[in-house]
């Protein structure tokens, strides 16, 4: 609130930031920590769960977001972002819609890729194998688990479909929370999970002047190979 006869308050000019780099000079120089072979735990699920615990008590956002790679019958390949929700003795567990692009491209090639990346600690991990949808059993216990609205959200969208627009999606929705007007929402047969059965890991620890550290385990047998690859 100004003083009566003060003279006008001058507001500052904005300073005006530094313009953004170019696209070739973004880069960031790593240097947390290292990663040997001889440090690692000999079985890779325990290596995940560590690092996996790490990024969890580091607050990294969603540390359970994992890229997942596919490809069609012709070999074209396609990525996006989904959750892990499980890890058991034989791999990693996501769940969606089997009728999606996605789903389709499972069908067409079981076989898939998935990368977690949690740069607050300088880390990724890339994990390559075999996909397998998991039993009915599975699915509907982690279905019980999912808000109401997601599921009811699950019956709603075709997803990977074309739409007209966002009205009739909402409208499909809309749809659902009559149908459903509780919280016992049956899960649709064309939803459920898929498990990723590990043939080949790679632990990526971000190192200074990208000389970076990368432990890879190869599947032999019954066991895992440890080795290192270059950066």
């Not at 069908?107 to 075999?130: K, S």
Request: proline fraction near 8%; hydrophobic fraction near 40%; glycine fraction near 8%.
């Amino acid at each position: 609130m100004g003083v009566e006869g003060a003279p006008p308050t001058r507001l500052a000019a904005p300073r005006m930031s530094e313009p953004p780099a170019k696209l070739a000079d973004l880069r960031t120089d790593y240097k947390q920590a290292s990663l040997d072979e001889c440090d690692v735990a000999r079985d890779p699920f325990v290596q995940f769960a560590q690092w996996f615990d790490a990024a969890r008590a580091s607050r990294v956002p969603e540390p359970n977001a994992m890229t997942l790679a596919t490809a069609d019958a012709a070999g074209r390949p396609a990525a996006r972002i989904v959750l892990l929700k499980e890890v058991d003795p034989r791999g990693f567990l996501f769940y969606t819609n089997y009728d999606s692009r996605k789903g389709r491209e499972l069908l067409a090639r079981p076989a898939a890729a998935l990368l977690f990346f949690w740069p607050e600690l300088e880390r990724q991990v890339r994990i390559e194998g075999t996909v397998e949808q998991v039993d009915g059993a599975t699915a509907d216990a982690y279905w019980r688990t999912r808000p109401r609205l997601s599921r009811i959200g699950a019956w709603a969208s075709p997803q990977s479909a074309p739409l007209r627009n966002r009205a009739a999606l909402e409208a499909r929705f809309a749809e659902g929370e009559r149908r459903f007007p509780g919280e016992d929402v049956d899960r649709p047969a064309r939803w459920g999970g898929y498990r990723l059965v590990p043939g080949a890991f790679e632990f990526w620890q971000g190192r200074a002047s990208r000389l970076h550290d990368r432990i890879v385990y190869e599947r032999v047998g019954e066991g895992w190979r440890i080795g290192r690859l270059a950066p």
